[in-house]
Every structure is written in structure tokens, then in C-alpha cells.
């Protein structure tokens, strides 16, 4: 008779706050646990980064795994169509597929990120019956002032993009807010120009693809100035200076828009 495989721990690390205090949380408390990160292959450099600083805080692997075709190869399958909120083709391929290889047909217990304080968020999980989803913070009541406590008091802080932007994933992630898209601009402006190259004037029709709704990232950059100074206004209407990181541990912008579970996490 042979013996049945034990369960498999496993733990996405999505270079976003909420993976990372996960991880940092679950350490001592499933030793067994397998670290993952699904690389699209358009992550930022600050992830990057940041991932590679988990492992050694971690001191075991964080084992990256990708879809072994890229973006523009989906892109192409996907009739040169951008994803969008309503047609996340990238999440499936990129993330959600490669996570379901990886965990091939074991009995796994997958440990997600979402907190306390969040509304329910139905999210990219797997289906895959012999998955099970667990949520600790949920289930121990710890909310975004307990997270931030945990990155804190493991040395770690917060990944540096937060200076920026508000979420991990790709850096022409179309969930970016228009504010989002002016920090890639300054800080990355390659990255920018190259996420401009995605877009598209289709002349017969024309129908415009672009990455944020209703404006093309040259029109974002022309109006850079103006996207930054309503930035600066608080939501009562003072004009008092907030970086976006403020933004974040305040509260105040994080959960209004439902970004992807297993990018952004
Ligand atoms: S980060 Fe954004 S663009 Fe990248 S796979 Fe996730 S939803 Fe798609």
C-alpha cells in the first residue's frame, strides 16, 4: 500500500504588503509552508527587490515560477485585445494557471492574504477541488494596522513602490489609478514609454485601446500637472500635501477598486 502524499502548504508571495506580513506571520507557524511568486515577466523592479529581500528574511526559497510564454504571447492569443477589469486574460495565464502547475494534483492548502478589514472579495482563487483556501488574517481578526505592524517589526517595512503606488503587479497593470501612471512615469520612464507601446488607434473603426479608461497614456503624461495637484487634495478639500504612501496607511484608497487577489495581495 502506498502512503498518500502529505498536504502542501503553499503561500504566494505577490510582492504586495499583505503576502508579505502573511508570510512573515505563517512562518513559525506552518514550518512545512513552500513560498511561490508567479512572475509575469513585467513586474518592477522594486518587487523584484522586495521578493528577493523576503527570501533572505524568510531564509528559504520563495521559488519563482512563470507561465513560461509571456505577456505579448497572451496578447497575440487574445486577438492584440489589452485585458481589462472584465477580460483579465493575464491574471488566468500569468498567475492563475502557472499556481495551478505548480501545485499540480497534491492535496494543497493555499494561505491567502486577505484581511480582516476588507469586504468580501470573490478575487481570482483556483476552483481546483483539491485546493483549500485559507485566510488567517481573516480567521485571527488581524486588519491593514496589525499588517503594517508585522512588516514593521520584522525590519522589512513596506516594499519601496508604495512610495508611488499603492499595489504590487505588472507595471502597465490597467487597476493603476491615474496618479499611479504619473509615479511609473517619474520613476520608471522607460517602463512608461514602454507600456505606451501596448496602446492602439485602430483608424478604420476608430476604436482606441487604452490601458486607463477613456484617456491614452500620452494624454495622462500631457496632463501630468493637473492629475498631481488634485492628488494633493485630501478627500475634505484641504489643500494639504499626501504622498501616496500616507494614502495607503490611512486607509483611504486601498480598497476602492478590486485589484487582483493573487497580484496585488
Ligand atoms: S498585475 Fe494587472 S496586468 Fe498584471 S496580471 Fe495582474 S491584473 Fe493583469
Not at 523584484?48 to 504571447?73: H, P, Q, S, T, W
Not at 487634495?233 to 477598486?257: I, R, S, W
Request: aromatic share 12%.
Amino acid at each position: 500500500m502506498t502512503t498518500p502524499k502529505p498536504t502542501r502548504h503553499l503561500l504566494g508571495i505577490s510582492g504586495g504588503k499583505d503576502s508579505a506580513a502573511l508570510a512573515i506571520y505563517m512562518r513559525d507557524k506552518v514550518p512545512e509552508m513552500e513560498y511561490f511568486f508567479a512572475d509575469t515577466g513585467a513586474e518592477l523592479p522594486e518587487t523584484l527587490k522586495f521578493v528577493d529581500l523576503m527570501e533572505d528574511y524568510l531564509g528559504k526559497e520563495i521559488v519563482r515560477i512563470n507561465a513560461g510564454r509571456d505577456f505579448d504571447f497572451y496578447m497575440k492569443l487574445h486577438n492584440n485585445y489589452l485585458p481589462s477589469a472584465q477580460q483579465r486574460w493575464c491574471t488566468i495565464n500569468l498567475k492563475l494557471k502557472p499556481f495551478e502547475d505548480f501545485a499540480g494534483n497534491d492535496e494543497v492548502i493555499q494561505y491567502v492574504g486577505i484581511r480582516a478589514d476588507e469586504p468580501e472579495r470573490a478575487g481570482y482563487l483556483s476552483s481546483k477541488p483539491t485546493i483549500t483556501t485559507r485566510l488567517p488574517f481573516r480567521e485571527d481578526g488581524l486588519a491593514k494596522e496589525d499588517i503594517i505592524n508585522i512588516l514593521n517589526e520584522s525590519g522589512l517595512g513596506m516594499p519601496k513602490y508604495y512610495e508611488w503606488r499603492s499595489r504590487s503587479g505588472c507595471y502597465f497593470c490597467f487597476f493603476q489609478r491615474k496618479i499611479e501612471w504619473i509615479g511609473l512615469l517619474e520613476h520608471h520612464p522607460k517602463l512608461f514609454e514602454a507600456a505606451k507601446k501596448y496602446e492602439k488607434f485602430d483608424e478604420k473603426t476608430g476604436k482606441r485601446f487604452t490601458w486607463s479608461e477613456r484617456e491614452s497614456l500620452d494624454e495622462i503624461e500631457a496632463r501630468k500637472d493637473e492629475i498631481k495637484a488634485k492628488f494633493t487634495l485630501t478627500p475634505n478639500k484641504e489643500k494639504k500635501k499626501k504622498t501616496l504612501m500616507q494614502a495607503v496607511l490611512e486607509n483611504d484608497d486601498d480598497d476602492e477598486y478590486d485589484g487582483c487577489l493573487i497580484c496585488m495581495l
